[in-house]
């Protein structure tokens, strides 16, 4: 617990969260805290625990105890969609985009149904939705490429469509699951610039390995290690911390 700190002070708030699978706690008693405009990384050996906690953010699985306030909401007592509807966006290791259509139709199809600025007229939602499609094809390095099948482009693009696709909803929390994997290493620097843009209206969690494009992008990093916090602060501090050279940094 933070003293003098309500949960309601950061966007969310992870507070003793476990998850046991047949016995086995994949996360045990975690609890951290991410503000408003924060790019955190989550960084840890493989099996930590990482990819569960993005897992019991957005409710693909239920916790064992703990809570996970966004803003208000416990989303631990919330359905998938429902967190999807309260501002949870996430992006799985592999992108989950529509080869046979066009950049334009991925982005649009992702545009939120219901969400009806102006009424009924279809007209009108139509130059909305292609105003907002254009918008965020530019954010994400594809405004020369609205007209190309998404199955043509290379597989960092497909990555940043993806995000464009989770941007379309206007996510006040983007989760990225090893967003820069694979990419070349102009595509990384220019990931980098995309997540610095878009934490304007939102906060961004991101698990990482690459510990340069970490250091890049990183306001605060979480060390985990079999379901715990080994070491949290700032990139500087996380990687002189002797107990993350020897678990993770080390190998
Ligand atoms: P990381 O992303 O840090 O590599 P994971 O979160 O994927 O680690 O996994 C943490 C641990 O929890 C691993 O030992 C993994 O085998 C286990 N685990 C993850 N999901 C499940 C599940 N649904 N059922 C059983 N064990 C799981
Ligand atoms: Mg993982």
Redesign the pocket.
């Known amino acids: 617990m933070l003293i003098g700190h309500q949960p309601k002070d950061f966007l969310l708030s992870v507070e003793g969260l476990t998850v046991s699978?047949d016995g086995?706690k994949?996360v045990n008693d975690l609890s951290f805290y991410v503000e408003e405009n924060e790019i955190r990384v989550i960084i840890?050996p493989?099996?930590?625990?990482?990819?569960?906690v993005l897992d019991l953010i957005c409710g693909k699985?239920k916790a064992t105890s703990g809570a996970i306030h966004f803003r208000d909401k416990d989303l631990t007592k919330m359905k998938e969609n429902q967190i999807v509807q309260a501002g949870v966006g996430r992006k799985f290791q592999n992108p989950s985009i529509y080869d046979d259509l066009t950049v334009f139709e991925n982005l649009e199809i992702s545009y939120p149904r219901g969400r009806t600025v102006f009424g009924a007229l279809t007209f009108t939602r139509d130059s909305v939705v292609r105003d907002r499609v254009h918008e965020v094809a530019e954010m994400i390095f594809l405004k020369d490429k609205l007209n190309m099948s998404a199955e043509l482009l290379s597989h960092g693009q497909k990555q940043w469509l993806e995000i464009g696709m989770l941007l379309i909803q206007d996510p006040e929390l983007l989760m990225l699951d090893e967003p820069v994997r694979g990419m070349s290493v102009s595509e990384r620097i220019k990931t980098g610039e995309l997540l610095n843009t878009i934490i304007k209206n939102r906060s961004v969690l991101v698990?990482e390995h690459d510990m340069k494009f970490v250091e890049d992008i990183a306001h605060k990093v979480t060390v985990?290690h079999q379901g715990q916090i080994l070491s949290e602060g700032t990139m500087e501090a996380v990687k002189n911390d002797p107990k993350v050279v020897e678990v993770y940094l080390g190998h």
């Open positions: 699978f086995f994949a840890g493989n099996g930590a625990g990482k990819t569960t699985t698990i985990l």
